[in-house]
């Protein structure tokens, strides 16, 4: 927000006070222990500065489900939650009296955060705080919020920091026609073809195990659920029967239906979740490129129409090869890591 401020003072964009509770209803969470927690597919907003306070994914029908909305903790850290979710009574929820876009909650959350300093364990951030609680935020000439300068604000950074992740991404969902790209990779893809390969013929696909909330035991193991965050993780456990080696894919079939992670570390699934075997040689950035692809693919499925195991056997993919159905698997890893060097670019959004 010092830029913002910076910015705005040069184009002697005026600022006003408001309190939060004229701009926002508000609602807090209700308690729910952990041992109370069933697994699903709604994050827990819980206290916590790191993973937009998500905690876990839960399925409990007593819980409120909220969305379009900023979220308050105990200590202040605010997020935007535009999806579904659900919260502990540590958060308060704010849902704008006003219609705004997405971006004007972004900017005003970082304005919350900005006071975040101010709280700790000794002193909380609680429903009588929210009320008094003032924000400085431009204001136009009638002296209300300028939210169309805020939302113009936050889509010029958007666009600064996510234009050359969209060009390299197109390669992944578009074929890669239509992708910037230096001359050596234009001659390669020049001599690509596009070609079909079953799912059943690339992997081996092995679905995974139930385990209840109640059967869970604390430990540092991955459990991968239903889940289109965090790359599937909803738990930490220590059980370890039915675990899965690193160098897989964690495919979900029900719930968040095709979200596709690398799993770098063993783990636990899911009964939600079916998890390929490659069958080639892998590593992390033909994984990668992958569960891009099953994304893609499992949008053709959802809650009525699951992507079981027997399904995605027979599904097909478009991979490609240098003309006699020879994987470019070399072709695959030099352009995933030339995107994750790109994509290291975005780290400058958080300045």
């Known amino acids: 927000m010092q830029i913002a401020n910076s910015l705005f003072d040069e184009l002697g964009v005026k600022w006003g006070e408001f309190k939060l509770v004229d701009l926002f209803d508000y609602e807090r969470g209700t308690r729910l222990t952990k041992n109370n927690r069933e697994n699903g597919i709604y994050p827990l907003v819980t206290a916590g500065e790191i993973n937009l306070g998500v905690k876990e ?103 600064k920091h996510t234009q050359k992740l969209i060009n390299y991404h197109k390669f992944l969902t578009m074929g890669g026609n239509r992708a910037e790209f230096n001359l050596a990779y234009y001659e390669k893809i020049q001599n690509l073809e596009w070609k079909e390969f079953k799912i059943d013929d690339l992997f081996e696909i092995k679905k995974g195990k139930r385990l209840t909330k109640s059967q869970m035991k604390d430990g540092n193991i991955n459990f991968i659920g239903a889940t289109s965050t965090n790359n599937g993780i909803t738990a930490k456990i220590s059980n370890d029967t039915h675990l899965h080696p690193s160098n897989t894919i964690s495919v979900t079939y029900n719930g968040s239906v095709g979200e596709a992670f690398y799993q770098p570390s063993r783990f636990w699934a899911s009964d939600d979740v079916n998890v390929l075997y490659p069958k080639f040689k892998n590593n992390k950035f033909l994984s990668l490129f992958f569960a891009t692809i099953f994304r893609k693919q499992g949008q053709k499925y959802g809650y009525n129409r699951k992507w079981t195991k027997e399904i995605m056997q027979e599904d097909k993919v478009l991979l490609p090869t240098y003309g006699d159905r020879q994987i470019a698997f070399d072709f695959i890893e030099e352009y995933i890591s030339q995107v994750q060097n790109k994509m290291r670019d975005l780290l400058l959004l958080r300045d």
């Open 57 to 159: 994914f839960i399925d409990n029908k007593n819980q409120k489900v909220f969305n379009n909305a900023i979220t308050i903790d105990m200590f202040c850290n605010s997020f935007v939650h535009i999806n579904d979710f659900c919260c502990d009574d540590n958060v308060l929820v704010l849902t704008s009296k006003a219609k705004i876009s997405t971006q004007v909650m972004h900017f005003i959350s970082a304005v919350i955060n900005k006071s975040k300093d101010k709280f700790g364990y000794g002193r909380q951030y609680r429903q009588n705080t929210l009320e008094k609680h003032i924000v400085h935020l431009p204001i136009d000439k009638f002296g209300k919020p300028n939210f169309t300068l805020m939302e113009n604000f936050i889509k010029d950074i958007e666009k």
